[in-house]
């Protein structure tokens, strides 16, 4: 349907008073792609993918070949969205080249042509081969003679009978872009049928050709020959960016050539190139533009050589450097849209408008691709498409061109309402409503029209500007906007105001450190205006709540005064009063110097250095500094020390802050000075001598090679033993020899040296050589079982002499049967002989045996000596404890506790007791079943039961408070017991109990 210029207009008008509606021309979401329709005569269908988005939805129709499809025919074609499926597609009807157009009411996009081929042709030839005949030692090619190539396809050949294929070596070769076989030297072992098989690589359908036969001629052998290469790459072979790219080379020849590869401008192949087949084949994965150039294939043998040479281009699709963007123009204005896209060769444009190609005219311009159209119209609204394309491929890029017709409208960019200025400033007011046309503006103060007249001008944008502004000018000022679709107006009201001045501005100062001053800032300004006050420190703006501590506002609102306390150094420099209201801003600045101790010294450096001194300068930079000395010698430092040194100055104020460190350097090496201390030894094995020493620090070694000189010599000899450890950390020597008297006093001193020299020896002192460890084992050792956990061993001492050294102890170990290797181990004191060892399970048969020792080692051990441990106490305490009380006693009485088999037997009872302010228990024995206590203090007691075994006491009775009696008897037994709170203090107890018959 055609619409008129006026429908045209007042539609694009309605639209704009509608406000967006987010409509969206069609875009392309997937395009269809090249597809191959498999062999064979069953059922198939291919579907070619077409998909947009877009509001309205868009719908789709479909061409193939420049022509539209009929898609009512649903028995060859079927819509599913915007795909097309082709059903039971033949060769000769479908072959050929589809797109899809995309269309909803904002314009139509068409898609990249997609090709359909078949991969075969209807069948494979029946036709047979003649016999290929040639003399043994004679190359050969056995050509494939496959159908056209429809689509991507791979050979191999079979000999004979499959799946016996032929194997590809030195001598025999499969092209991969011909698909013949290639033999360089027949041997009478190739006699035989080959059949070529040809494989669709996206099908993975396979065709057979007939059986060709190769027999030999019976007149005699072939003499050699020179190279002959027969499979070649083209004199010029175009590449893509990015593709893999295979070059293949092979030849004939007697004897077998041997293939190698080269660029012709003798540059090395970079490491991603492969050779392979035998170097038959050269890959090129990822090309690159620097891998463009001559390639040469060499074939050599004894008769001479070949060279086939081919030159590799590379190329580009088209890829889009500048895409384009929709666009929305007023009626009358000029479109000018750039797309531009990268390819190699160049690409060349074209342009689609609704999918039709764009006709040219005056007005509708292309040159390099970029379109103009001049005065534009509502008409020309729509989707426009740049295509770009090379030889290699194509890109498409689309978007919306909107022409709009509006009258002027100030609600999406209103003017101000309200504008302040100050008074002999420059007023600027801004009227910029959305139309289409550009609207034309006119203005008016009040009801008076504005004429330009030097002081009041009218920009090209439509705003106002009036230069120095009086107070005279304050009042409402309109714009009206106006187009041939209407006219709106809209206003702002100005108000001029007076100028802000300080009145009383800072003033420099010069202050000692720990002071406090005000800097005074004051301002008169415009009663309508809010005013604000701000500072600046050396052009950092003062923070009052982080540097509270030292910077206080005060004053009031109205004045800017800031009060500095307990003033520093670093609150030297200037300081910057910043006033603000809404339409102007005034400052004032003063200096503030802080007199107090120097600031550190810069630039601190190291000029000389020896072993023992430092010559260092540095900058004075504190102008209150009136130090008249940069250079300085350290004396005293020890040599070979890294040190960094730092400086102070002085006034008469006080010592300053520290400088920033120097450089570390390290002093010269000189002679250490410095033996090491607390030379010391003894101890260690029989026949060695143990000396020991505190290591010296790195800071005294004094330079490189730093080791120790130890001497030594038995006492009262007068040659001195040396040797060197050289170690610096190494804090212990031990001399070994068999002629070492055990504990004989020997001389020791340790000295220092390093690469300057020997430095001295500590102090002579006495140390004693090892010891004897002990020769004889601990004599009449037995062993006591004590309970089911405990047994004791006992020996005799073994003789000992103080001149054998110190007997340090015994070390005693037990164990069970077959468990030597994990014996428990206690050791005790040179004056104990006996030891207990707890922790051993009950009823248990235990072997121990002892041995002395002492710092040289341990002697032999003693005889082995066995114990079982006793059966563990009763599990079962005794039970139903009954107690009777009086002011002065206790009667106690409970019933029996009877062991079981694998427990000990009973052979009494302890009774456990204490005031109820007491921490420990006293423990009455007894082998009856009852107790008589007499309990002279009137307080609470707590009282418990255990049987007694020779395995130790059995399980506890629940725990029996007796209550302190007043005037009455009492009873009580364990079921009216109440809970046991621990108590401290201790009070004596007098204890009376009568013995009755257990049994």
């Known amino acids: 349907m055609k619409l008129s210029w006026k429908q045209l207009i007042l539609l694009s008008f309605i639209g704009c008073l509608g406000g967006e509606l987010h409509l969206q021309g069609p875009v392309f979401i997937r395009e269809p792609s090249d597809s191959v329709v498999p062999t064979g005569p069953q059922d198939k269908k291919v579907t070619l993918n077409c998909e947009a988005r877009g509001n309205p939805s868009p719908h789709y129709r479909w061409q193939l070949n420049g022509s539209d499809i009929n898609l009512s025919l649903e028995y060859r074609y079927k819509l599913s969205g915007g795909n097309l499926v082709v059903m039971n597609p033949t060769r000769n009807w479908d072959t050929g080249s589809y797109q899809c157009f995309a269309t909803n009411s904002l314009g139509t996009v068409v898609s990249r042509e997609a090709k359909l081929q078949f991969a075969y042709p209807d069948g494979p030839t029946s036709r047979a081969r003649s016999a290929v005949s040639v003399r043994e030692g004679q190359g050969v090619v056995l050509l494939c003679g496959p159908p056209p190539r429809s689509a991507e396809l791979s050979y191999a050949w079979i000999f004979n009978e499959y799946p016996s294929f032929v194997e590809e070596d030195r001598r025999r070769f499969v092209s991969q872009e011909t698909g013949h076989l290639y033999i360089a030297k027949v041997e009478p072992s190739d006699v035989g049928n080959y059949t070529c098989v040809v494989t669709s690589a996206l099908t993975a359908a396979r065709e057979l050709g007939s059986p060709t036969p190769l027999v030999l001629r019976p007149d005699g052998v072939m003499g050699e020959y020179e190279p002959k290469i027969e499979v070649q790459f083209p004199e010029s072979l175009p590449a893509a960016k990015g593709s893999t790219v295979t070059l293949e080379c092979f030849a004939l020849g007697n004897p077998i050539p041997q293939i190698n590869w080269r660029r ?147 609600s999406k960019t209103p003017m101000k309402k309200l504008v302040r200025v100050q008074a002999g400033s420059e007023l600027g007011l801004e009227c910029k409503p959305h139309a289409s046309p550009r609207a034309r503006a006119s203005w008016r103060k009040g009801h008076t029209m504005l004429l330009d007249d030097g002081r009041i001008s009218f920009l090209k944008d439509g705003g106002l500007k009036i230069a120095n502004v009086t107070k005279a000018d304050a009042g409402t000022y309109t714009c009206v906007a106006e187009n041939p679709f209407g006219k709106a107006n809209d206003t702002t009201h100005v108000v001029v105001t007076d100028p802000t001045r300080i009145t009383v501005a800072p003033s420099n100062m010069d202050v000692s450190v720990g002071e406090s001053v005000v800097l005074p800032c004051q301002a008169q300004h415009d009663p309508l205006l809010d005013i604000t006050f701000t500072w600046y420190f050396n052009g950092v703006l003062t923070d009052f709540q982080k540097d509270g501590s030292h910077f206080e506002k005060v004053g009031g609102s109205s004045s800017g005064d800031v009060m500095i306390r307990n003033i520093q150094l670093k609150h030297s420099g200037r300081y910057i009063c910043m006033v603000h209201t809404g339409v102007d801003s005034v400052s004032s600045a003063a200096d503030l110097i802080v007199r107090g101790s120097p600031g550190p010294p810069e630039n601190v450096k190291v000029d000389e250095i020896t072993d023992t001194t430092a010559q260092l300068s540095w900058k004075e930079v504190p102008e209150v500094t009136d130090g008249k000395a940069h250079s300085a010698t350290v004396v005293d430092l020890n040599p070979w020390v890294e040190y960094e040194f730092r400086v102070i100055a002085n006034n008469k104020i006080g010592g300053g802050e520290p400088s920033v460190p120097s450089e570390k350097v390290r002093t010269e090496e000189a002679v250490p000075e410095a033996p090491p201390s607390e030379v010391s030894g003894g101890g260690g094995s029989r026949s060695e001598l143990v000396i020991t020493w505190d290591p010296v620090p790195e800071e005294l070694q004094n330079g490189e090679g730093f080791g120790y000189v130890v001497a030594f010599r038995p006492l009262g000899v007068t040659n001195w033993i040396q040797t060197v450890v050289t170690s610096p950390d190494t804090p212990r020597y031990v001399f070994r020899n068999d002629s070492i008297v055990p504990f004989s006093l020997y001389e020791v001193k340790v000295g220092v040296y390093n690469n300057k020299g020997e430095g001295p020896f500590s102090p002579v002192t006495t140390v004693f050589s090892a010891e004897e460890e002990p020769t004889v084992a601990p004599s009449h050792v037995s062993a006591q079982s004590l309970s089911s956990s405990e047994i004791q061993l006992s020996w005799n001492a073994i003789p000992w002499k103080l001149t054998n050294g110190h007997l340090l102890g015994y070390e005693v170990r037990i164990w069970t049967s077959g468990e030597e290797d994990s014996a428990s181990r206690v050791t005790v004191a040179a004056s104990r002989t006996s030891a207990t060892l707890r922790g051993l399970r009950s009823n248990l048969a235990y072997h121990g045996a002892v041995r002395a020792y002492n710092s040289a080692g341990a002697g032999p051990f ?14 079962q305490p005794p039970g139903n404890v009954v107690w009777n009380a009086t002011d002065t006693k206790v009667l106690l009485n409970w019933e029996q506790v009877r062991a079981m088999e694998n427990e000990s037997e009973v052979t009494g009872y302890k009774v456990f007791y204490r005031t109820s302010s007491q921490r420990n228990m006293q423990v009455l024995n007894t082998n009856k079943t009852s107790a008589e206590l007499l309990l002279p203090v009137r307080e609470d007691y707590i009282i418990e039961v255990k049987a007694a075994t020779d395995g130790g006491d059995g399980t506890s009775s629940e725990q029996i408070r007796i209550p302190r009696v007043t005037n009455t008897d009492a009873r009580g037994s364990t079921s009216a017991i109440s809970n046991v709170l621990p108590v401290s203090g201790y009070i004596p107890i007098v204890l009376v109990f009568t013995v009755n018959a257990l049994w």
């Open 264 to 410: 012709s401008d003798g540059l090395p192949f970079p490491s991603k190139i492969k050779l392979r087949k035998f170097n038959a084949v050269l890959e090129i994965p990822d090309f690159q533009q620097e891998d463009t150039g001559s390639y040469e294939c060499v074939a050599e043998n004894s008769r001479g050589k070949n060279v086939a040479r081919g030159r590799l281009t590379y190329y580009a699709k088209p890829h889009w450097v500048q895409l384009l963007e929709d666009v929305e123009i007023a009626v009358g204005d000029n479109l000018f849209w750039e797309c531009r896209a990268n390819g190699k060769p160049k690409a060349s444009y074209r342009w689609l408008k609704d999918g039709e190609a764009l006709v040219l005219e005056e007005r509708i311009q292309i040159e390099n691709g970029a379109l103009t159209i001049a005065n534009l119209s509502v008409a020309d609204s729509g989707t426009f498409q740049c295509i770009a394309e090379n030889k290699h491929g194509l890109a498409s890029s689309s978007a919306r061109l909107k022409v709009v017709a509006s009258a002027p409208d100030f």
């Open 862 to 875: 003693s005889a082995t000596v066995t114990a079982t441990t006793r059966k563990t106490p009763p599990s």
